[in-house]
């Protein structure tokens, strides 16, 4: 169990539409420093619509995200470049550029270093995600899927941030290139003390790693444990946690945690 943390990013009363279809309606989330926090929800329910908000990059209707207590709208791009690392869905990386030059984009943009050090922090970068630095001059066209979430990954954490948001890191992978991305995350948060929010449809994931769930259902999030989640009346969050692939996840998850 770890130490109560104290929040460092916080949504309060977002809303989100698009049209006359409601996303959110007034949901909030507190994310704890140092905790790895999982989304969860059905297809379309809105959970990449709530990390754009949370990082930024959608302006919600109403409501506020605060980091460390400040308006995330009054926080400069540049500012929130080195705040949030993010590792969208399909890895987002540039098809043109070499590994290594995807992950010292993020340096060339927002800091002054010179080349020779932006070239050792990529190489640190890639060993630190496990992709070893000999695939810095590979071209993503020549990664298979799993090396491709792991060159993402060295490039979200190009710049050292707080939070890492990640959008579906394993999904397209195969059972254990999930685990290497599950055991990647676990790893950075426990001797970096990176937090971790991960927007995901994997039960293994979801309950093997995540100190709390927040589940959207209804335009609106249930935040709990994994435990107290599974203890749930309302008909989507129990069917959830209680399907047959839950109950396959529930067994990996006493294998790791004996509980
Ligand atoms: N820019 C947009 N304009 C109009 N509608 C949008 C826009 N972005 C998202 N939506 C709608 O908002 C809803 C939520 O989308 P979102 O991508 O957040 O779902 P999701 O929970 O991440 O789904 P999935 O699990 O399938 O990836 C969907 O109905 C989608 O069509």
Redesign the pocket.
């Known amino acids: 169990m770890k130490p109560a943390a104290t929040t460092t990013l916080s949504a309060r009363g977002i809303v989100n539409r ?2 006359k ?1 409601l ?1 959110h309606n007034k949901l909030n989330l507190d994310i704890k420093r140092g905790e790895i926090i999982g989304i969860a ?10 990390l754009k908000t949370l990082i930024g990059l959608h302006q919600p209707d109403g409501g506020d995200v605060l980091l460390d207590g400040m308006a995330i709208r009054a926080i400069s791009a540049h500012d929130r470049a080195f705040a949030f690392g993010v590792l969208f ?1 399909q890895g987002a990386l540039f098809s043109s550029l070499s590994v290594a030059d995807n992950i010292m984009l993020p340096m060339r943009e927002h800091t002054t270093l010179q080349a020779d050090d932006r070239e050792q922090i990529a190489a640190m970068k890639l060993a630190l995600t496990g992709l070893g630095a000999d695939n810095g001059i590979k071209f993503p066209s020549a990664l298979s899927g799993g090396m491709v979430k792991r060159a993402a990954f060295a490039r979200a954490l190009a710049l050292d941030p707080q939070i890492l948001f990640l959008d ?1 890191p394993s999904s397209d992978l195969d059972p254990i290139a999930a685990a290497g991305i599950d055991a990647l995350i676990q790893q950075l948060n426990r001797s970096l003390g990176i937090t971790a929010v991960i ?1 995901t ?1 994997d039960l293994t994931t979801l309950l093997t790693i995540c100190d709390r769930i927040a589940v ?1 259902v209804d335009q609106s999030l249930t935040i709990d444990t994994a435990n107290q989640l599974r203890k749930s009346k309302h008909p989507w969050i129990h069917d959830f946690f209680h399907g047959p692939r839950a109950e396959g996840a529930m067994t990996a998850r006493k294998v790791s945690h004996g509980n």
């Open positions: 698009f049209g279809q996303i929800g059905g297809s379309g329910s809105g959970k990449s619509v709530l869905q579906e927007v449809h959207l």
